[in-house]
């Protein structure tokens, strides 16, 4: 009766999901799906689809036995995950169950449990579906909406805890149908003792108000949910903050070029940043010394170089999708040669950044533009809140910190401590960490991303509170203030989503706190947000033919003899 109780109390906070639809919304429903050449084979996209990153969600044989709360459907089934924005994905020696975009199977190597989580693929693989055809963006940005995933996930956990007869299809299928009472009361105490954990983190975010504003599709307060798993769960409750700084997924094509990556431009080493973004979605690590434990203990974790050093390899060769006029429309070139000019003359300062030696090694990459927030004039609160941020280290043994010195700290540990265990020699460790440092700050700016490839990645701004690239270039007072995401119907007039609504639409509302869409504005006067003079309407579309396929400086200048050795710079693959 105890756990009846835990797990009916575990329910009211899923409440708002008793209705969910289980038939997929006509705007999801594609026939058939066109990849672009990107520069990757079939195999890499599907390493990058599916390789373990060491993060965990689940088990892996509850995850496929589930059924979906309301209906006795696999929950992991294409269809059912669809709804929450995941794309589909053949089956291949790399996905044997056919899982969506983003799934992985990780399996402990001591005990050989194994267990499904995310890897970078399920929110950094977009999509633009016209007519019929879904075009497939690899390494863009995706609709996923990961808060209602996991909400929908354990509260699905818990009905089928609460149901005899669903428990027991779900022991059936995981414990299989030999299996003894004694199994079947084990199997009901693993998942009590999950949904205990849910339920009180649950508790905690909802006692500390973390998350006040809903994300919603292809957005996530990457930083602050991070430092809450991170810091809060993984050290002390003192350590949890309000995360209301939801950001949009960016697209991953060329990032490996860049000197400093995330929106505020905040970490260094491409190795650092996967390990911080892997912590971030449930690789496990000790960051407290256990009961009867030692300092040895600390940093040990469950991430995966190996593989994030595939994909990292991997995603160098990505390029940035190309337009499919045979799908989406011809270019008008006039039009292209009058947005050219216009982007030369307005755009290419800050987006078109130079190709410069960027750190000690001697190695190549772009120089990015930041902008500080009083310039660029978008919402502050991803840079600040980070910026804010303090740490208590605990058994860490630093004190209070910066968030970014504590991450630093963190990822240096863990990774340098997971070489060690795999004999990683010290060259290849500097390979493997992109020839750079690791280190963290934290600017008061965001950067100027370059815009290859940017039709394909909508909505815009940092935080995605621009539906379309027409919108962009309108001053912030005749932006729309309210608008839909969550399809993947594309409108390649204004180059981004449809705005809906539609059936099961996310409404993002700009006036929110987080959710701001001024800044970045051609208009007339000066002053905060006002980057340039303002466009005509035939600018306007002459700068969006431009960028469906435009001219920038994404190629780096060729090595000269005597230079010092670039190895980030992908050499014939």
Not at 150 to 169: D, E, H, M, Q, V
Not at 342 to 360: F, K, M, S, T
Not at 418 to 443: F, H, Q, S, T
Request: proline share 7%; aromatic share 8%.
């Amino acid at each position: 009766m105890r756990h009846f109780r835990k797990a009916s109390a575990l329910l009211a906070g899923f409440v708002m999901f008793a209705c969910a639809p289980t038939e997929l919304a006509e705007h999801r429903r594609v026939e058939g799906v066109r990849y672009l050449d990107q520069g990757i084979s079939t195999d890499e996209r599907q390493r990058l689809y599916h390789y373990s990153q060491g993060t965990r969600i689940m088990n892996y044989e509850w995850f496929m036995a589930l059924e979906q709360s309301n209906n006795r459907e696999p929950f992991a089934s294409p269809q059912n995950l669809a709804r929450f924005g995941f794309l589909p994905s053949e089956r291949s020696d790399h996905n044997p169950n056919g899982l969506p975009v983003g799934f992985a199977k990780d399996v402990d190597s001591e005990t050989g449990d194994a267990f499904v989580g995310f890897t970078c693929a399920a929110c950094h693989t977009g999509q633009i579906n016209t007519g019929t055809i879904g075009v497939r963006i690899d390494g863009g940005a995706s609709l996923v909406d990961t808060d209602q995933f996991l909400t929908s996930l354990f509260r699905s956990l818990a009905i089928t805890r609460l149901l005899p007869t669903k428990f027991n299809r779900f022991a059936d299928k995981v414990l299989g149908d030999d299996h003894s009472e004694a199994e079947r009361a084990s199997l009901r105490e693993d998942v009590d003792s999950v949904i205990d954990r849910v339920k009180d983190q649950q508790n905690i975010n909802r006692d500390l108000g973390l998350y006040p504003v809903a994300e919603g599709p292809g957005r996530t307060d990457a930083l602050g949910r991070g430092g809450n798993l991170v810091f809060g769960t993984g050290i002390s409750p003192a350590n949890y903050r309000k995360a209301d700084a939801p950001v949009r997924f960016p697209s991953l094509w060329d990032i490996w070029s860049y000197d400093w990556v995330q929106y505020n431009a905040s970490i260094h080493q491409p190795m650092a940043r996967n390990v911080a973004e892997a912590l971030g979605v449930r690789a496990l690590v000790t960051l407290k010394i256990p009961p009867g434990g030692t300092e040895d203990d600390l940093y040990a974790s469950t991430v995966r170089l190996a593989e994030i050093d595939r994909m990292e390899r991997i995603l160098q060769k990505l390029k940035p999708p190309p337009w499919p006029e045979e799908i989406l429309g011809r270019i008008d070139r006039e039009k292209w040669r009058q947005g050219k000019a216009l982007y030369e003359a307005r755009c290419a300062g800050c987006h078109d950044p130079a190709w410069r030696e960027v750190d000690r090694f001697g190695n190549l990459g772009r120089r990015m533009i930041t902008v500080p927030l009083d310039k660029i004039g978008t919402d502050d609160k991803a840079a600040t809140n980070f910026a804010e941020r303090t740490v208590d280290t605990g058994d860490l043994g630093l004190g209070t910190v910066s968030a970014a010195r504590a991450l630093e700290v963190v990822t240096t540990k863990v990774i340098e401590r997971k070489y060690d265990e795999l004999g990683i020699p010290e060259a290849e460790r500097v390979r493997m960490n992109g020839c750079r440092e690791n280190e963290w700050r934290a600017p008061l700016a965001y950067k100027a991303k370059p815009l290859d490839g940017v039709w394909a990645s909508p909505p815009y701004l940092h935080n995605g509170s621009v539906p379309n690239m027409y919108q962009l270039l309108l001053p912030a007072e005749e932006r729309d203030k309210v608008f839909h995401v969550g399809t993947y119907r594309y409108d390649p007039v204004h180059m981004g989503y449809e705005t809906g609504p539609f059936e099961d639409s996310f409404r993002f509302d700009t006036t929110l706190p987080g959710n701001s869409n001024a800044g970045h504005e051609f208009r007339d006067g000066s002053g905060e947000g006002v980057i340039g003079p303002p466009l005509s309407d035939a600018e306007r579309f002459a700068l969006i033919e431009f960028l469906k396929a435009p001219e920038t400086n994404r190629e780096p200048p060729p090595r000269q003899a005597g230079d010092a050795a670039d190895c980030i710079v992908p050499a014939g693959g």
